[in-house]
């Protein structure tokens, strides 16, 4: 019986994290397109979709919106030699993820 509820609790927990991690994917690409006014839906945008170049071609121009807004909306700081994090979204959800987690460890 302890085994089942730590599987039930495990399975909440999963679940709970995959509703997270949509809704930031969700809100990253709702920023995406309203912060660059691209004329695209946001839920058109795919997780893995190239974010800089091929993909939505984002310019240099664009990243650092991008930059701008990340920091601004989610509040985590993008250096230089982080720029992979633009990626995609889920990178970019990775990274914020990540720094999230660092924060919450200092």
């Known amino acids: 019986?302890?085994?089942l509820n730590k599987t039930s609790a495990n399975i909440?927990?999963?679940q709970k994290r995959v509703r997270e991690r949509q809704?930031?994917?969700q809100q990253l690409k709702s920023m995406l397109v309203e912060r660059l006014d691209l004329p695209v839906d946001a839920a058109w945008i795919d997780d893995d979709q190239?974010?800089?170049g091929r993909g939505l071609e984002l310019d240099?121009?664009?990243a650092l919106e991008l930059?701008?807004?990340v920091e601004a909306q989610f509040e985590v700081a993008i250096t230089d030699?982080?720029?992979d994090a633009?990626?995609?979204v889920n990178r970019l959800a990775d990274f914020i993820e990540e720094q999230r987690s660092q924060e919450t460890k200092i």
């Open 1 to 3: 019986m302890v085994e």
């Open 12 to 14: 909440e927990q999963l």
């Open 23 to 25: 809704e930031l994917c």
């Open 50 to 52: 190239p974010l800089i």
């Open 60 to 62: 240099s121009v664009d």
């Open 67 to 69: 930059v701008v807004g």
């Open 81 to 83: 030699e982080r720029m």
């Open 86 to 88: 633009f990626g995609s």
